[in-house]
Every structure is written in C-alpha cells, then in structure tokens.
C-alpha cells in the first residue's frame, strides 16, 4: 500500500510523522513516498502550513500534528 508524506528539510513534526509511518510500516506494510513540498511550486502552494500531510490515493489520511491511532484506522479501513 502506498503512501505519500509531503514534508519538507528540517522539519520536526515531518520527522515525527517518518516515525509514525516506520511504526505501522511493522504491522501493515507500507510503501512511503516522501515529497519535498520545497521542490514544487504547486505542491508548496497546496501544503505550505500543513506539513507533514499523510495522503493516500488522493485522500489526506491526516496532517499537522500526525496520529498514529488516526493514520492506522484510515488505512485499515481502505483494506477491508
């Protein structure tokens, strides 16, 4: 299952949300795309103060300040 985390270079909370995704990555495997939201322009415009945001096709799973609660049950729910 793929997943995309938009963060950006020195970023605490973009750090934190790596953890998160390593953390569920043991129990539901994960492919994590990170996207610098510094090297597009429109993805910069998007996301600028919401960093991390946590998407998957299409759908933000969550942003800011990331649940690992709130990211796990979103994923569990688009497998079943």
Do not use: F, W
């Not at 605490?12 to 994960?30: D, M, R, T, Y």
């Not at 933000?60 to 649940?67: K, N, P, R």
């Amino acid at each position: 299952m793929e997943v995309i985390l938009y963060s950006k270079e020195n970023c605490s909370l973009c750090e934190q949300a790596k953890g998160v995704l390593h953390k569920i990555n043991k129990e539901i495997p994960l492919s994590i795309k990170e996207v610098d939201i510094y090297k597009d322009d429109a993805l910069l415009e998007e996301y600028q103060i919401r960093i991390p945001v946590i998407v998957r096709n299409d759908e933000v799973l969550d942003e800011g300040i990331i649940s690992e609660n709130t990211v796990r049950k979103r994923l569990l729910l688009k497998i079943k």
